[in-house]
């Protein structure tokens, strides 16, 4: 198997935007997530998102079974920096979501991608179908997009990497005390 799929059941901490009354597991793909449904006034976004999950989807059916779906899997962060990353690329997503870390039970089956290739599928650009194989290619294979000779619009398209979590499993929150001796809300 390939080094970025972990099909275990040793504990892995991962991290999850949710909302302040919401639950574990985290978002749901096609539920919750935080490209799942538009901002306001931005359909086209929508459309954009949803044609580059199903690119993704239909990829991984073809050549990467193994892996679990992004349609059915839940959406995580391998890291809190990667999680962080998101919010400071992605500030409406997370908006009003407080940062929860997770730990796995039991047997789980987890892959990691850089997410950044999302993005580069979301940008306002034409890709031929050839072009939307090798995305889905490098994310499945877990490449990151500053591996790679990406461009956009001319340039050279670099975007640092946001490793996300496509985890199947149970989920239980980690919940640390302050430390002792300090007060609430001093750093």
């Given at each position: 198997?390939?080094?970025?799929?972990?099909?275990?059941?040793?504990?892995?901490?991962?991290?999850?935007?949710?909302?302040?009354?919401?639950?574990?597991?985290g978002?749901?793909?096609?539920?919750?997530?935080?490209?799942?449904?538009?901002?306001?006034?931005?359909q086209?976004?929508?459309?954009?998102?949803?044609?580059?999950?199903?690119?993704?989807?239909?990829?991984?059916?073809?050549?990467?079974?193994?892996?679990?779906?992004?349609?059915?899997?839940?959406?995580?962060?391998?890291?809190?920096?990667?999680?962080?990353?998101?919010?400071?690329?992605?500030?409406?997503?997370?908006?009003?979501?407080?940062?929860?870390?997770?730990?796995?039970?039991?047997?789980?089956?987890?892959?990691?991608?850089?997410?950044?290739?999302?993005?580069?599928?979301?940008?306002?650009?034409?890709?031929?179908?050839a072009?939307?194989?090798?995305?889905?290619?490098?994310?499945?294979?877990?490449a990151?997009?500053?591996?790679?000779?990406?461009?956009?619009?001319?340039?050279?398209?670099r975007?640092?990497?946001?490793?996300?979590?496509?985890?199947?499993?149970?989920?239980?929150?980690?919940?640390?005390?302050?430390?002792?001796?300090?007060?609430?809300?001093?750093?």
């Amino acid at each position: 198997m390939m080094g970025h799929v972990l099909k275990d059941s040793a504990p892995l901490e991962l991290y999850a935007w949710l909302d302040e009354d919401a639950e574990l597991p985290g978002w749901d793909i096609l539920v919750g997530n935080p490209f799942g449904s538009s901002l306001p006034k931005d359909q086209f976004t929508t459309v954009q998102n949803y044609f580059a999950e199903y690119h993704l989807e239909y990829f991984r059916q073809r050549l990467y079974q193994h892996f679990p779906s992004r349609l059915h899997a839940l959406l995580l962060f391998a890291t809190r920096i990667d999680a962080e990353t998101f919010q400071a690329r992605h500030p409406a997503r997370v908006f009003g979501k407080a940062l929860v870390r997770a730990r796995s039970t039991g047997a789980y089956l987890c892959s990691f991608h850089d997410s950044s290739w999302l993005d580069y599928l979301r940008l306002p650009h034409n890709l031929s179908l050839a072009t939307l194989d090798t995305v889905a290619s490098y994310y499945w294979r877990g490449a990151l997009v500053e591996e790679t000779g990406l461009t956009y619009m001319n340039e050279r398209w670099r975007e640092p990497a946001v490793i996300e979590a496509l985890f199947q499993g149970r989920l239980e929150p980690v919940t640390t005390p302050p430390p002792f001796g300090w007060l609430p809300g001093v750093p």
